[in-house]
Every structure is written in C-alpha cells, then in structure tokens.
C-alpha cells in the first residue's frame, strides 16, 4: 500500500521517518498492517491470538532498529492491538513505536496499545515512542499506551515516553519487573492543553539484587489541562530506585502527582523528587530583554523543559 | 487526686514534667481529669458536649504554656477524648500535649484523641505531642491522634509530632487548612520496632494567597515492624509548599512513603522528596572506630537521626 501526504506527515510527527525505513518496519494504518518486512536480525510476524505483532531481536545483535508506528486517519476509528517484543540475550537494538491521530469528524478516535515487552538476559533496549494527534473537529483523539516489561539479569532498557500536542484523553500504564543486576530508565515528556487530560501510572517492582530503577518524568499542563502523575516504587531487593517528577503548571491548569516508595528490603535505597511550579519569572525577562515577545520566551523555556 | 511513682515517670516520658508543672495545666488519667487549673491568660474547662476540654488562649498574651498530658495506667482501659484548643488574636503560646500507656494485662489499652486546633488571626501556636508506650506484656497499647488544625490570615503554627518507643499500633491523622499569609511547619518523628504498626496520614490545603506548609518527617523502622506515612498538599492559592520524608529501613521492616502534591493554582509551588535507606556504612564504622560496638553506634546516628 502506498502512504499519502496525511500519513507521511504524522508518520514523520511520531517516528521521525521520511517515507519507509530500511530494516525491520511495521506500519499500522486504521487496524492493519499495511508495510511490513523484518530484517536479518529482526523478526515481525502476526500475533497468533490477537492480531497484533510479534518483534523478536535476535540474540547477540548490534546496533539495530525496528519501527513499528501507528497512525488513524479514518475518522471516529478505534484500534486496539496487542504487540510483544523480545530482545534476545545481548542483543543491543532500538525500538521505535508510537502512535499519530488525525481525527476531523465528530467521533472519538482511539488506539489503545498493549505492548508486553521482555528483555533476556545482558540485552540492551531503547525504546522510543511518540504520541501525537492533530484535526480541529470536536471528535476526541484518545491514547492509551499500556506497557509490561520485564528485563531479565543484567539486562538494562531506557524507555522515552513522549507525549506532543493533540491528544485529548490518555491513561497510561507502565508496569516493570528489573531482575538482578538488571537496570531501567524511564524517561517521560508530557504537554497538555486545552481541556485535555492526562493520567500516567507508573509501577515498578525491583526484584532482583543490585537492580536499580529511575524516572525522570517532566510535564507541563496548560489551559485548563488536567494532569495526574503516579509512580510507584518497589524495593524487593538490595537495590536502588529513584523518581523524580517535574511540572510546569499554568493559566487554569491543574497537577496531581503521587509517587510512591515501598521498601520491603532494608537493603533497598529509595528517593523521590518532586516539583511542580510555574516558568521562573527571571527567566522570562532575560528572554525578553534579548528581543523575544513574552509568547516566544515562554515557548522557548518549555522547549528546553521537555527536551 | 494524687500522682503516684508510675504517674510521674509516664508524665516526665511525655511531657518533659516533674510532677505538676505551674501554670495552666490538666493531666487525664484513665479518662478522668484529675488535676485541672486555669492560669490568668489560659482558661480550661469541660467539653459541654463530649467531655474533653476546651482550652481557651486570650488574644494577645505573650510566652504562656499550657499542659493537657493523658496517661492511661488501668489495665486494657480504652480513652477517647474530644479536645478544642482555641488561640486568640495575636498570641504566642505553647501548648504540651502527649500520651504515655503502660499496660501490663492481656487486652488493648487505647487512646484516641480528637483534637481541633483554630490558630486566631496572627497568632502563633507551638504544639509538641509525645507518645509513648510501657510494659512487657502482651496487651497492645494503641494510640489514635486525630488532629484538625485551621490557621487564620497571617497565623502561624509548628507541630511536633513524636513517637518514642513502645506504641503497638498507632494511624495517625492530621487535617490542616491554611489561610491568606499563614504558615504551617509540622515534624514528625517516629520510631517503630518488633511487629509495630504505624500509620500517618497528613493532608494539608493551603487556601489563602502567601499560605505556607512544610512537613518534615524522619522515622526509623526496625525489627519487623511496618510504616505507612501518607502526605497531601494541596496548592489552592499562590503559596509555597514542600515534603520531606526520610526514613532509615532496618531488619526485616517494611516502609511505604506515598506523598502527593496536588496544585490547583498556577502560581503553587510545591515541592517534596523522600527517601528510604538503611544507615551509612562510613558512619558506623567511623563511630565503631572511635571505640563504640556496632549497637551504640547504631543508637547514636539513630538518635541524631530522630532528634
């Protein structure tokens, strides 16, 4: 199937990518697969239950990619897809998911993404996905991204979870299980606006000895944007865990951040940071004395936060 | 009514006293006042409804103390008293509460006890409450504190919560309404050991513009026993709010920290950080170094910790 103008251009929104990538590549488009091939060391085949994918990395490979991104474009369409991915033992790859809208008619459009992803033994995985909607009609764009991972000994993954403009409603859910020695990065950008809203649950369960986990969460709520933050960490072990959430919060926006830190071990060291607040003012008048309208400054400052 | 050798030592555990301190003081003994005297700036008297007190402060008095300590001594006796505490316009004004239990029998000794504090329009309030528990026995000694607190403009209140030793189970609630410029300064500290049970629960809403709270909590957690500690603050107004919890994990204890920050004010700027770990490494041995065993140099960073 060929891509259009509307698809190239949401395609480039969340996955970065001029028209098809070379290497292992699955685009969905409004619930089917419409490119596909794998690579020499990457494998994507039909989920036999759920019509989703299967993305198996195979073990000791180096340096590969694998795009898997998701767009709707037909209007009021809701897709749900169950995908899992496994990294083989070290193997070092890249995976690049995420999801774009484009909803112009009345009815909510919606993808909810149900990704189980396992990472085996010594693997490496970066995982990136984008979250992204666009169209100017009433009709809601909705993402619900629901992440397990399970990283087995030594095996260490950096997640960046990223949400763009235009979506209206999203709930998502990250469950980790870090085995021993092994190590997780979470690394989450949120804008809303309008009258959006936005509930992000994070549960992470260190289990094994010497694993460690951290989360670096920014988020900045605009308009009358609502925004709830949870992240819960689990100390099974000798272990280490970190969260850290900040937000800028404006106009009639509102923020709720809870995190959690649940020690069961007293060899497990835990610490969170939190802070939610609005631009510094210094900040804005420096800007502003080097020539930028107060629009601009701003801009500039939350582009540097969310980077 | 007399105090006996067991009186004086539980009152000196959770008040600081020896014997009956001068000023306005009341002392509750197995849920009877049995010493009870107004001061010229401090009026005590009879809840008309529930039989606690309402211990009035006049507006503008300067440095006066009141004591209102409760010992429960009868063997499984259960206590639930109502207390208001009123502080006039512009006072500055120390109030000691505090519970100390000894229970030597087999069933529960218990006290629960509601206070409501209302902090008058620039007055300043310090508010210190002990709790304490004694004997070897099997019958838990349970303690319940509920307090809520409201703070009128430019008011300003510190509350020191402690747990010393020997207080089975304890879930602690404390509910705070902040007004315009007032601030709020709330440290706890608690100390559980063998299968103890705590739980604390602090909600704060700062509602006036330039209210403050900070809360400042450090606990120690050690044998098997288990914590729970719970703080919400709420940002309604341009005010500035932060959380701190530490807590030192050890043996087989387990320790749940679960902070929110809620704002629903753009110019709310709330902060928070916790952390759980067990106690330095460099520290003990530099203690051990110095000639003292591995216990006293334990008792010594964990009383530097809960001072």
Redesign the interface.
Known sequence: MELNKLDVEILKEVAGIEGVPSGAVNIRKDGEAIIRSSSSGIKISSHPEHGGLIVEIKPGIRNEKVHVPVILTKPGFRDKVYNTFIVGEEAEATIIAGCGIHNESHSESRHDGIHEIIVKKGAHLKYVEKHYGQGKSQGKKVLNPSTVIRLEAGASAELEMVQIRGVDDTCRTTVAYIGERASLKIIERLLTHGEQNAESNIDIYIEGSKGSAQVLSRSVAQDSSRQLFKASLT?KAACFGHVECD?I??????????????????????????????IAGEQLIKLMSLGLTEKEAIETILNGFLR
């Open positions: 100390g937000a919060i404006m106009d009639n926006a509102k923020i709720k951040a809870i995190p959690a830190l649940i020690a069961e071990d007293a060899d497990a060291v835990l610490t969170h940071e939190a802070a939610i607040g609005k």
